[in-house]
C-alpha cells in the first residue's frame, strides 16, 4: 500500500512539473461579450490566410487567465518554431503573440 501511494505521488508531481507548451495566440475575448462569435469569426479570418486555428476557453488551458475564449495556434515543439508561425501570424493578425500554456487544465 505504502509503495501505492508513492507511486501515485511521483506520477502526479512529474505530471506537473510538465513543461507547458507554446502557442501562438491570435485574439482571446471575454466569454461574457459574445466571445465565440469574436472568436469564431477570427478563427474564419485566419482561415482565409492560410492559418489552421483553433479556439477554447481559456479555462480549459493551464497557463492562460481564465474568462475568455482563444483562437490560436499549436502546439508547437519548441518555441523557435512557435516564433516561425508567430511570423507567419503577424502578417494576418499583427497583434499576435507567443504563450507558454497547456490544453486540459482546469
Known amino acids: 500500500m505504502r509503495f501505492a501511494v508513492a507511486l501515485l505521488a511521483l506520477i502526479s508531481t512529474s505530471a506537473a ?14 466569454v461574457d461579450n459574445d466571445g465565440d462569435q469574436a472568436a469564431a469569426g477570427l478563427r474564419d479570418k485566419v482561415a482565409r490566410c492560410g492559418i489552421d486555428a483553433s479556439t477554447e476557453y481559456t479555462v480549459k488551458m493551464r497557463g492562460l487567465r481564465p474568462g475568455y475564449v482563444a483562437t490560436f495556434t ?33
Open 17 to 30: 512539473a510538465e513543461p507547458l507548451k507554446w502557442y501562438v495566440v491570435l485574439g482571446s475575448f471575454a
Open 74 to 106: 499549436g502546439p508547437f515543439p519548441d518555441k523557435r518554431a512557435a516564433e516561425r508561425n508567430l511570423a507567419l501570424a503577424k502578417s494576418c493578425v499583427p497583434d499576435a503573440y507567443l504563450k507558454q500554456a497547456e490544453q486540459g487544465g482546469e
